[in-house]
């Protein structure tokens, strides 16, 4: 439990900022998937990733609101799983994993920009900030 934990919160310290993609990849290896292949299950690895962000917030000019987003990207390890038996032999298995994670970090790169562009107004910027989260 505690393993899980630990490399749930190190790979979710992974925060977005202005870097490349390939600066900010997860490098994944097998060691990260904890649990074996669940005997009813269809694929032979499952990545569960996830993007989370937050925010800080303060009043600019007269109706804007500036805003500072931190954008994470992780791997759920809980919810992650491979073929125990496959371990160091399926390395084309761990390269399809891993563009899964690639995705996660595109679209954690993404929404920070996305986030980065828009003007937030007094009036609404928790409604607009919803609709991200929602989506």
């Not at 925060?15 to 994944?28: D, F, G, P």
């Not at 499952?46 to 937050?54: D, H, K, P």
């Not at 500072?68 to 371990?87: E, M, P």
């Not at 891993?98 to 993404?110: E, S, T």
Request: proline share 1%; charged share 25%; hydrophobic share 40%.
């Amino acid at each position: 439990m505690a393993r899980k934990i630990i490399y749930f919160v190190i790979i979710s310290l992974l925060t977005i900022t202005n870097k490349s993609v390939a600066q900010q990849r997860m490098t994944l290896n097998w060691d990260l998937f904890i649990h074996d292949k669940p005997t009813n299950a269809e694929h032979d690895a499952v990545l569960s990733c996830g993007i989370a962000f937050s925010y800080r917030m303060r009043p600019d000019k007269v109706n804007l609101m500036e805003i500072k987003f931190a954008v994470k990207g992780g791997i759920d390890t809980a919810k992650s799983y491979f073929n125990f038996d496959l371990k160091n032999k399926d390395y084309k298995l761990l390269n399809h994993e891993q563009g899964h994670a690639d995705i996660a970090v595109i679209y954690a790169l993404k929404l920070k920009t996305i986030f980065n562009q828009k003007k937030f107004y007094k009036s609404n910027y928790r409604s607009v900030i919803k609709q991200f989260y929602e989506y």
